[in-house]
């Protein structure tokens, strides 16, 4: 039996106890001790790891007041790679008090209820810490404070500080500073911009950092993970020993996301290698500093599938784990400026952008730059080089793989679906009932300019395209056949009653602009050639009209025919 697949598993402890495969990042806990960062943030895109990499780092450092446990989380280290390294760092182990936050369950539709799971998580942390109640070096004030936050019947400006006075009770109980780890800090600040309540939980979430990490005395020192960098005015304020590490350096580059020899380990192990080029082209992509990165839990998604069926198809699993909200509204607001931008990228191209690490999600839309840096930091856009320019680092960003490329156009197909339905197309129907290909080609090359268009998958994309307008009509029934090679045209358009109208449509791509007239031509033979109006026939349809359609890019070119030829 192979090692069972962490699936949703960010427990350390629970990895290692049951058996899951692991792919081994305790050399994370060593660069973290050479280079003595006093506060650390480091900023990755969602399922990057963060979480998990946290709890190592929680069962490492912790000293839990009891020696048995301690020894427990001890031995979840045997044989990793952290062991090898010397005394000089495991003696580390089980030597700090540890605060452990997560803030990823703040997603709330009002400030009140996600200032209310915040105050639970701070709240949660404190109980698990009651134990330090019976040492009589905590004076009789400070424990009835401690068991109102740790019961939430503490009032706000107590919650905003707790931090800061959880780890001053930790240091008067075991006289070892604490280690304060806080994972996705930003989750609560993403929600609340697109909630509508950004300005109150920056407030709190200020506070709460200014607190336990600004004036604390009693930190030894802090790892706090986020997708992005939140401006240092509005978070941060005053932390000038903030150490913030996000996708574009080359420190702890291979601590977040497998590397390629990683994932050839792993398919090695499930004896699956023969994918490598499959997952290789779905899930690598991403450059973190100078390092090569896979998406992770997209790779252990892929193998779980493969490890089943070898020939299992590879799927968007990422799509899912992350709002994608950013790449919704890119494409709902997007001007011809950005369609375009968005099109080079999804052809393969890259776009020039200036870093900007210190934004807001207020300042998201201010300028192109803004947005495309939030694409950037979030794992929407990898780097394929970058370069200094006139005291400012350029980036030269792509689209990172095959399976980030599928959430564009899934979302592109969308909101192109939600698009045609606010549009009326009576002309473009009028004027497919009269026969009047012209007319039919003016409309169609109208909407393709004024939309987001894809070609890679451009099949895909045209059929999406005129099955969403073909179905806008009131009158008739649409059925797409996205099959090929079955017998059967792309389109059929038909009335609900045999004695009405009914089309059949054929869909070309041409390679260039010039073969467009031709493309379209042979469509409307393939319809004849092959007896795609049999169907039609067989079921009773009389008045049955054929249409071959080419498109190159924004152009398209429509020929008409009738059914009886």
Known sequence: MKKPLPIGVDNFEDIVQSGYYYVDKTM???????????????TRPRRFGKTLNLSMLRYFYEDTGDIKKNEEHKSLFQGLKIMEQGEIYTEHMGNYPVINLTFKSAKQPGFESAYSKLRKAIA????????????????????KLFQK???????????????????????????????????????????????????????????????????NEYLQFA?????????KESIFTGLNHLNIISVLDKKYSEHFGFTEQEVIRMMSYYEVESRFSTMKEWYDGYLFGDTEVYNPWSVIKFLYDLYSDVEAFPHPYWINTSSNDIIKDLITRADRETMGQIETLLSGGTLEIQVH????????????????????????????????????????????????????????LNWLKASIKKEDFHDLYRAMEEGNAQRMTDILNGQLFRTISFYDSAE???????TGILSQSENYLVKSNRESGNGRSDIMVRSPS??????????KVSDSVD???????????????KRYMEELRTEGYKKIDCYGIAFYRKDCEVRFGEGQK
């Not at 979430?205 to 990490?213: D, Q």
């Not at 895909?460 to 005129?466: I, K, M, R, S, T």
């Not at 073969?515 to 050639?529: P, S, V």
Request: net charge negative; hydrophobic share 35%; glycine share 6%.
């Open 124 to 143: 949660d942390e404190f109980q698990r810490h009651q134990y330090i109640l019976s040492y009589e070096k905590i004076n009789e004030g400070d424990k």
């Open 223 to 231: 790892v706090i993970t986020g997708c992005l960098r939140i401006s």
């Open 357 to 412: 690490e210190e934004v807001t999600y207020g300042d998201m839309y201010s300028n192109g730059e803004n947005l495309w840096n939030f694409l950037y930091f979030t794992g929407y856009l990898t780097k394929e080089s970058e370069y200094f320019k006139e005291s400012s680092i350029f980036l030269r960003a792509r689209i990172p793989d095959t399976e980030v490329k599928t959430i564009y156009q899934n979302t592109i």
């Open 515 to 529: 073969d467009l007239e031709n493309d379209a031509e042979n469509a409307l033979n393939q319809i004849y050639d």
């Open 498 to 507: 045999l004695r009405g109208r009914s089309f059949i449509v054929e869909v």
């Open 28 to 42: 994370f806990i060593k660069e973290l001790l050479d280079l003595k960062g006093k506060v650390n943030l480091f």
């Open 149 to 215: 936050i740790a019961d939430r019947k503490a009032e706000y400006d107590d919650y905003s500080g707790a931090l800061e006075f959880l780890s001053k009770c930790l240091y008067q109980a075991t006289e070892k500073k604490t280690v304060i780890l806080i994972d996705e800090y930003d989750v609560p600040l993403e929600n609340a911009y697109f909630r509508g309540f950004y300005e109150e939980m920056v407030d709190f979430i200020r506070s709460v950092f200014e607190s336990a990490l600004k004036t």
């Open 460 to 466: 895909n994309f045209y059929h999406g395209f005129l």
